[in-house]
């Protein structure tokens, strides 16, 4: 199952009692302000979830797999997502994936 931002929005209505239109900006408005931050090269820590950040990847040659031919790949930044000891942690501590 993967979870949406109506999903989200739906819990924010059930868990604070927000209409559904201003649950939905309110998750809006959250996700807005990580992806600002992220943008502007800032780091995001949630606490007890994790940190995302963003990392300057230098210019390297690569290979084609298919080909063996040796590319160059451009500079770029790349987004980062280190969870904390507190997600880990729970998501170890709970049934493990039955495969369904």
């Known amino acids: 199952m993967t ?3 109506s999903d989200l929005t739906e819990a924010v209505y059930q ?10 900006q309110l998750v809006e ?5 990580i992806v600002d931050t ?6 995001v820590k949630l606490s007890s979830f994790g940190t995302f950040s963003v990392v300057n990847k230098a210019q390297r ?5 298919k080909t063996g031919e040796e ?9 980062v997502f280190r969870a904390s000891h507190v997600l880990k942690d729970r998501i170890n501590t709970t049934t493990p994936w039955s495969g369904d």
Do not use: D, F, K, M
């Open 29 to 33: 408005s959250v996700l807005r302000e």
């Open 71 to 79: 590319v160059p790949i451009l500079p770029r930044r790349v987004l």
């Open 3 to 5: 979870v949406t931002r």
């Open 38 to 43: 992220l943008a502007q090269g800032e780091a």
């Open 61 to 65: 040659i690569g290979r084609n797999p």
């Open 15 to 24: 868990e604070v009692g927000l209409s559904r239109n201003e649950s939905a």
